[in-house]
């Protein structure tokens, strides 16, 4: 079974998704932990409910990032945490997380990258008139969005499409797709080469 330790942001429907992924016993893996950096993200109230340890670190309190994530990395250890999922996290993740979880931190982004990267990923697709977009599911490594491709997801843009209905479609695939890189990793059927992450 893999301890999983989830960080979050905000509302944490992906967070959900994973955990429902999990308690379905389709994957052999579980949410030890839940971790947010804003005290009021709905996320927390999604762990409570499915009796997850819900904690929250708000970075203002630390001297610096390093010490800041040297607690996430405590917490996270203490719950035998070993594979990160990052779910909606707003922070770019430093040395520190990824000295300790080293290609085992992994990221759901609401693009199909290498395209519109970092924030707004949904209306940058559409002031740039794609007619394509998605997700995708990555490795985390020091850049923003830019670790290997582990699955990805197309979402078709529509004529009358806005922020708000093309992030609703993209979202569905996100909940889809991000249990299943879960189950290549916790089945332990990734090997990454290079950029390139195969099935073993
Ligand atoms: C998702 O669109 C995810 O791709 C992005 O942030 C959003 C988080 O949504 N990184 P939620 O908190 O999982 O509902």
Known sequence: MLNI?????????????????CESGKIPAKVAVVISNVASAGGLERAKKHNIPAIVFEPNNFKDKNTYELEI???????????????????IVGQVLLEHFPHRIVNIHPSLLPSFPGLHAQQQALDHGVTVTGCTVHFVDQGCDTGPIIIQSAVPVKENDTEETLSERILQQEHHIYPIAIEFIAKDKLKIEGRRVKLK
């Open 73 to 91: 990395v405590k917490e996270l250890k203490k719950h035998g945490v070993e594979l990160v999922c990052l779910a909606g996290y707003m922070r």
């Open 5 to 21: 330790g989830i960080l979050i942001s905000g509302r944490g429907s992906n967070l959900q998704a994973i955990i429902d992924t």
